[in-house]
């Protein structure tokens, strides 16, 4: 039997491999490089995979494409180490060994049906059939593409880690029925297949319903931000209502006021003109100092509740805003998680020193034309706990809290940013800085 292993169709279809493993993974992870560069690499790996089936050995195919694989998914996509290796072993085991394996079977179980020879893959006369293989391999992939552009997997995701349990149980299980006896009944080899091919496409079904399920929680997520943003926005309105009533109030009574001057003024009571003055001063600055620290609703509102929560807090909140910012460039859930999350950490430190000590010092500006500056200083008493350079809550709850540190840095990403923290002797300080030039899909809600 002549083995054909080192023809050129062979190699046509390790390239289809190659190509099939690239449109898996450009669907949810971006390129490093594209054009000319990305062809001349995914050739010599489609070489390499080239060189090691010439070798027509089954258990050096298992173990050394995949490890080819790996080394082409790490270096020609931005994507981890650890997620490079998840969805490497998923590729390989729905379309690489998982569909040699369903086709395999299929071909033994029509051999021992039709009337004519299905000749090994590895030969001349399996090249026909292999390329049937091939076909439905690629339309599968076609199918699911669909499915996982619609899902954004994020480097630092842990979850690739248990899409893996139905591929990799799926190719076990197939492989098995390789290693046992096939069955003379027609009936237990057409179930065999069927099962077989279950398993199969079961494979795709996990990201269909991982789609369905980020598409139900994207949908509750923006319910949620929908309803936030709206209580913002009737704070502001509020808020700019109360500071309209007093000025009506002041303005009502400024004749009363100038009534009462005249009259202090020609009995020469000088002083107690300048002490009502000041009392008016101080009342009007009372009542509306901290209410409008932005034109932008959702960041007035952000800082608002905070500066309330610090005072409730005795914390000594000093703030600085600078005019004109560029921040409509950042969605309004975004801005929430971003400068909420950062306020909140800051007031909550401040909060465990004594009560002399509490105090936060916010300011956010443009650093220049094209970047936005979030720079915060605060006193604190319990030092950060971390893990590398991830900081870990000190709250004993600590399982379901510090998470805010993990978004800001995701988002920071996001708007080609970074997040900086700094812990002094006696101070915290954080830096957000962010982008206004990174061009991001709308997300602000309700108009």
């Known amino acids: 039997m002549e083995n054909d292993l080192l023809s ?26 594209k054009g000319k560069k990305r062809i001349i690499f995914s050739i010599v790996i489609g070489l390499m995979i080239f060189l090691i089936n010439s070798a027509r050995n089954p258990l050096l195919n298992l173990f050394t494409v995949p490890l080819v694989l790996y ?13 490079g290796v998840a969805y490497t072993i998923i590729y390989f085991s729905i379309f690489g060994a998982g569909k040699e394996v369903f086709f395999e079977l299929l071909y033994h179980m029509l051999s021992n049906i039709l009337p004519f020879y299905i000749p090994p893959w590895f030969t001349a006369g399996g090249i026909y059939f292999l390329l049937i293989e091939y076909l439905v391999g690629f339309l599968f992939l076609l199918y699911i593409e669909k499915f996982i552009k619609k899902i954004k997997i994020s480097n630092s995701n842990s979850f690739s880690w248990y899409l893996l349990m139905v591929p990799v149980l799926s190719l076990l299980i197939c492989i098995t029925f390789l290693y046992i006896d096939f069955p003379d009944s027609l009936i237990v080899q057409i179930v065999m297949c069927i099962g077989v091919f279950l398993l199969f496409f079961t494979n795709a079904m996990v990201f269909i319903i ?91 509102a952000i800082l608002s509740e905070r500066v309330s929560i610090a005072k409730e807090k005795g914390i000594q909140l000093s703030l600085f805003i600078e005019s004109f910012l560029k921040v409509d460039f950042i969605s309004d859930a975004d801005m929430i998680s971003m400068f909420g999350n950062l306020l909140d950490n800051a007031i909550e430190a401040a909060e465990k020193c004594d009560l002399e000590s509490r105090k936060v010092d916010v300011r956010l500006f443009m650093g220049n034309n094209y970047f936005l500056v979030l720079h915060i200083e605060n006193s604190y008493a319990v030092s950060a706990k971390r893990t590398g350079s991830r900081l870990l809550s000190t709250k004993r709850d600590s399982k379901h809290h510090g998470l805010g540190v993990g978004i800001v840095m995701n988002l920071a990403e996001k708007y080609g940013g970074t997040l900086s923290l700094e812990e002094r002797t006696d101070l915290f300080i954080t830096t957000l800085t962010i982008s206004a030039c990174v061009r991001q899909e709308n997300a602000n809600f309700g108009i």
């Not at 931000?225 to 709206?230: A, C, I, S």
Request: neutral net charge.
């Open 8 to 33: 050129v169709s062979r190699l046509f279809f390790c390239g289809i491999d190659v190509y099939m493993l690239y449109r898996f993974l450009v669907a949810i992870f971006p390129e490093k490089w």
């Open 71 to 83: 080394m082409y998914t790490v270096l020609s996509f931005r994507i981890s180490l650890s997620n």
């Open 210 to 300: 991982l789609e369905r399920y980020t598409n139900v929680m994207n949908k509750i997520k923006y319910a949620e931000l929908y309803n936030v943003k709206r209580d913002m926005e009737n704070e502001h309105f509020q808020n700019i209502l109360k500071v309209n009533e007093h000025y009506q109030h002041y303005i009502h009574d400024m004749n009363v006021y100038f009534n009462s001057f005249r009259m202090l003024a020609v009995k020469g009571e000088d002083k107690k003109i300048v002490e009502i003055i000041d009392e008016l001063k101080g009342k009007i600055q009372e009542e509306i100092s901290g209410v409008i620290y932005s034109g932008n609703p959702v960041l007035n």
